[in-house]
């Protein structure tokens, strides 16, 4: 089946500094990849739709400044939390678009200090 | 706006029992996804559900859609302590990408 990695798996960074978080599908093309954050205990949250080759689509109350996306190839996107703060400590998990279904990458776990 | 609802939230329940889970969605789709979540893990595919009158079955599990009654069930039959952990459905909601709403997730912990 299709497999979806990340890296890396979890993170600890100071606040304000930025942290990037990549992922990618590793046997198939992905034009498109989504980005969720998942705060303890609760559900997944969608942050941004990553297109290849074009920018990102947020959804609403997402800060786009403060969270980078870039596609830069059909096999990898890559999230940047920047200038982090202990708030935007989550677990991030990215998917990438298959015929039928997303494909989910093990997730990254980020705390900030 | 797309809402996808989950019942019940919680869920405990001994090992031998039968129990369903419930999802319902607010607007169409065409299509349904389960999955279940370990602690600190990602999601794991569950179920694909693509049509009204879909069903599928994985083991003890065993899923179906209602797509006029915007309803979905994730049925465990003879439930065993392995299938613990948190289930998740999620609505396909096309706009230029193929979106999933999720619901709220169902933690479920089945007992000895």
């Known amino acids: 089946g299709a497999v979806v990695s990340q890296h890396p798996s979890r993170v600890i960074c100071k606040s304000g500094t930025s942290v990037k978080i990549e992922c990618r599908s590793l046997?198939?093309?992905?034009?498109?990849m989504f980005w969720y954050r998942q705060f303890p205990k609760q559900s997944l949250m969608l942050m941004a739709t990553s297109n290849e080759g074009s920018k990102a689509t947020y959804e609403q109350g997402v800060e786009k400044d403060k969270f980078l996306i870039n596609h830069a190839s059909l096999t990898l996107s890559t999230l940047t939390v920047t200038s982090a703060h202990p708030e935007d400590s989550s677990f991030y998990i990215c998917s990438a678009e298959g015929a039928e279904t997303q494909y989910f990458g093990p997730g990254t776990r980020l705390l900030v200090l | 706006e797309l809402k996808v609802e989950q019942n019940p939230l919680f869920l405990s329940m001994q090992e031998g029992k039968n129990y369903t889970i419930y999802c319902n969605y607010s607007t169409t789709s065409d299509r349904l996804y389960w999955y279940r979540q370990d602690p600190g893990k990602s999601l794991e595919s569950l179920f694909v559900l693509l049509s009204n009158g879909a069903v599928k079955q994985e083991g003890r599990l065993m899923a179906s859609l209602d797509t006029k009654a915007r309803l979905s069930t994730l049925h465990i039959t003879a439930a065993v302590h392995d299938l613990s952990a948190t289930y998740f459905c999620a609505v396909g909601s096309f706009q230029g990408a193929q979106k999933l709403v999720f619901g709220q997730g169902t933690r479920l912990t089945i007992n000895p």
């Open positions: 046997d198939f093309q992905a034009t498109t």
